[in-house]
T-cell receptor
Framework: EAGVTQSPTHLIKTRGQQATLRCSPISGHTSVYWYQQALGLGLQFLLWYDEGEERNRGNFPPRFSGRQFPNYSSELNVNALELEDSALYLC?????????FGPGTRLTVL | KNEVEQSPQNLTAQEGEFITINCSYSVGISALHWLQQHPGGGIVSLFMLSSGKKKHGRLIATINIQEKHSSLHITASHPRDSAVYIC????????????FGKGTKLSVKP
């Protein structure tokens, strides 16, 4: 069974640009979670999508947004990038409670 | 004070030693997760538990709901166990997201 996949692996952007990160969940999983792991800050919950709907979001500004497609894959968009957005972005998929993590996308904002 | 606290922050052990990592939480939870993160960022879910004890190979996780405390034990530690171990709480009644501890960086020396 294929695991959660994320693309790209690395992404380099400059301040003010937009970044789009993608996540494909494990087949059959309808929930996708997005997390940010900034240096020294630990993992923080960003967004939760289930059945195509945003179900919950963490304490992040509106320039962090996303969507979930009919095939349950998901996109995370970060607009007007700031230097402090540099982080590892992880997505996880879940059939119910347990979460299975992808390898992450490392976003660097210069 | 963080809602999920881990100790120790860093841990160095000799190969073969028995290792314990502790996690305390201050919120009511529906489940507690133990995660392993290797250099490079990929996260593996080790355990999800809501009561008692679970064992997988050399890893054992326990939880005491009354004391709001969980432990992760590694028996006969090996250098390949070197990683960051993270506990994460699913808050009871929350919309699915996890609250993470800051992680314990384990280094097992040969």
């Amino acid at each position: 069974e294929a695991g959660v996949t994320q693309s790209p692996t690395h992404l380099i952007k400059t301040r003010g640009q937009q970044a789009t990160l993608r996540c494909s969940p494990i087949s059959g999983h309808t929930s996708v979670y997005w997390y940010q792991q900034a240096l020294g800050l630990g993992l923080q919950f960003l967004l939760w999508y289930d059945e195509g709907e945003e179900r919950n979001r963490g304490n992040f500004p509106p320039r962090f947004s996303g969507r979930q497609f009919p095939n349950y894959s998901s996109e995370l968009n970060v607009n007007a990038l700031e230097l402090e957005d540099s982080a590892l972005y992880l997505c996880a998929s879940s059939p119910r409670n347990e979460q299975f993590f992808g390898p992450g996308t490392r976003l660097t904002v210069l | 004070k963080n809602e999920v606290e881990q100790s120790p922050q860093n841990l160095t052990a000799q190969e073969g030693e028995f290792i314990t990592i502790n996690c305390s939480y201050s919120v009511g939870i529906s489940a507690l997760h133990w995660l392993q993160q290797h250099p490079g960022g990929g996260i593996v879910s080790l355990f999800m538990l809501s009561s008692g004890k679970k064992k997988h190979g050399r890893l054992i996780a326990t939880i005491n709901i009354q004391e709001k405390h969980s432990s992760l034990h590694i028996t006969a530690s090996h250098p390949r166990d070197s990683a960051v171990y993270i506990c994460a709480a699913r808050v009871r009644g929350s919309q699915g997201n996890l609250i993470f501890g800051k992680g314990t960086k384990l280094s097992v020396k040969p």
